[in-house]
């Protein structure tokens, strides 16, 4: 099983659909996640971070379903500005450090 | 707001030729890193740094090289370049080793390399 893997789409869905993907990962002492979003041609930039309890921000939801190994992110209202690769990150082997592993990317288009 | 620059968006050089990527962040982060991205392969870290005169291998160090001669700064260096370099390379940093800690990104260059 490789370290982390993702649906890489793309999930073309129109706007106001709710959409989710995954991400699973074979590290089963992970303990934090993190999503990033990236524009076309642009750097990674942070969209959330998910522990145990899970998080919401706005019309995102980030959960962790540590049984099953894997992360999930949920867009709710789905906005044009959406569309953009999403991904995964997950701890190093060791679970201390920076050094985090990334999923090749989830791409969602959102279509008028 | 964090800065991380990157010297150049777009570089070409040819076969054989010694290459320097920069990298300069600007808030006194410990850690910086260098990944490159390739279309259905993600991020793949080459080197990081913890600290001044630090570096460790990433998952793909092999035909790299790194110096961390100043806190700011975080140069990546290809000795003899070959075309299966050819990739967006991105330059990261964050604060500190703690778990929670975000990555910051620098826009990327774009190494071709014929």
């Known amino acids: 099983r490789k370290e982390v893997e993702q649906d890489p789409g793309p999930f073309n869905v129109p706007e106001g659909a709710t959409v989710a993907f995954n991400c699973t990962y074979s590290?089963?002492?992970?303990?934090?996640f993190f999503w990033y979003r990236q524009d076309c041609r642009k750097e990674p930039k942070l969209l959330m971070s998910v522990y145990s309890s899970g998080n919401e921000d706005g019309r995102f939801t980030a959960q962790l379903n540590r049984a099953s190994q894997y992360i999930s992110l949920l867009i709710r209202d789905s906005k044009l500005s959406d569309s953009a690769t999403y991904l995964c990150a997950v701890p190093p082997r060791d679970n201390y450090g920076q050094n985090f592993v990334f999923g090749p990317g989830t791409r969602l288009s959102v279509l008028p | 707001d964090v800065k991380v620059t990157q010297s150049s968006r777009y570089l070409v050089k040819r076969t054989g030729e010694k290459v320097f990527l920069e990298c300069v962040q600007d808030m006194d982060h410990e850690n910086m890193f260098w990944y490159r991205q390739d279309p259905g392969l993600g991020l793949r870290l080459i080197y990081f740094?913890?600290?001044?005169?630090?570096?460790e291998k990433g998952d793909i160090p092999e035909g790299y090289s790194v110096s961390r001669e100043k806190k700011e700064r975080f140069s990546l260096i290809l000795e003899s370049a070959s075309t299966n370099q050819t990739s967006m390379y991105l330059c990261?940093?964050?604060?500190?080793?703690?778990?929670?800690?975000?990555?910051?990104f620098g826009s990327g260059t774009q190494l071709s390399v014929l």
């Open positions: 740094s913890y600290d001044v005169k630090m570096k």
């Open positions: 590290n089963s002492a992970s303990q934090s």
């Open positions: 990261a940093s964050s604060f500190d080793r703690a778990l929670g800690e975000k990555l910051f």
